[in-house]
């Protein structure tokens, strides 16, 4: 899954087609380093970011949605936790909802996606963005996360959303101390086996990795970014949500190819 984020900095016309431009130039890249799903986002998740107001936030995504939807021939992922914005992505050709907050504050969302027969991610997250990295706290957070992942599974199973359409998520970084994330990512075998769904996991630039190499900046974390990646993939995980698909997407196909690999030499 790569991440193609639609947050602008200029908001006159002119730089918001500029935005637009870039982000599905970005999308249609990022299938050609070999996405097989496109996450469209117009709101930034990271700990204290300000909520973006709906009307603003549609008229970042949906130009977006609505062109790669049509061009990039992957399906698009809508990531966003307003129903409003979900409804919109859909009518404009997304066929993923990636929910943050796993419809926990509004039952319309898991009525929308249901409705829609699209696909739906439930993440799990310790508060909301704004709060979530003031002091997380858990007695066992690979158990907790996993009863709250059953939980909204169940809440989406139960308005009409197919077994199929389902993805899980433990939501590394929200509401997760270095630790906690480290303990998901060895977890990710138990949650794998406890959620009957797939797993997709997002470590990509993370907090925690910079922490782990030192105190890196945002754009000096893709070797941890990759570790993790490779990690995941070998522990369950479905899907990666990352920034630098190109890595990504060639270790998967290596790790694939090691897993076919038979005692005498590599599988035809
Ligand atoms: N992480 C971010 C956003 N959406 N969705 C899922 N399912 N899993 C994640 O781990 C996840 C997510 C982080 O978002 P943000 O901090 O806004 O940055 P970016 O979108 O560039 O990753």
Do not use: C
């Not at 204290?48 to 790669?68: N, S």
């Not at 319309?108 to 909301?128: N, R, S």
């Not at 470590?203 to 782990?212: A, Q």
């Amino acid at each position: 899954m790569g991440i193609v984020n639609v947050t602008p900095d200029s908001f006159s016309d002119g730089g918001r087609w500029l935005e637009h431009g870039a982000a599905i130039r970005q999308g249609l890249a990022l299938v050609e380093e070999g996405a097989d799903v496109l996450d469209v986002g117009g709101e930034s998740t990271r700990p204290g970011a300000a909520p973006v107001p709906e009307d603003e936030e549609l008229r970042r995504v949906l130009p977006v949605v609505r062109a790669l939807a049509a061009d990039a021939g992957v399906p698009v992922s809508i990531d966003t936790t307003k129903v409003s914005v979900a409804a919109a992505a859909i009518d404009a050709g997304a066929s993923i909802v990636n929910d943050v907050d796993a419809g926990r504050h509004d039952d319309a969302m898991l009525a929308t996606v249901a409705g829609a027969g699209v696909g739906y991610v439930v993440m799990h997250m310790l508060g909301t963005p704004r709060t979530m990295q003031v002091d997380p706290r858990y007695d066992d957070v690979v158990r907790e996360v996993g009863d709250f992942l059953v939980e909204r599974l169940d809440a989406a199973r139960a308005a009409g959303i197919e077994e199929g359409a389902l993805v899980a998520d433990p939501g590394i970084g929200f509401g997760k101390t270095l630790d906690h994330n480290l303990e998901l990512l060895t977890g990710l075998p138990e949650l794998a086996a406890r959620l009957d769904v797939p797993l997709l996991v997002g470590t990509s630039r993370k907090g925690f990795i910079g922490k782990l190499l030192g105190g890196a900046s945002v754009d000096d974390r893709e070797e941890g970014t990759l570790a993790t990646v490779v990690w995941a993939f070998d522990r369950g995980a479905a899907i990666v949500r990352v920034h630098e698909v190109r890595a990504a997407a060639r270790a998967a196909r290596f790790l694939a190819t090691l897993r076919a690999a038979t005692p005498r030499g590599v599988a035809a």
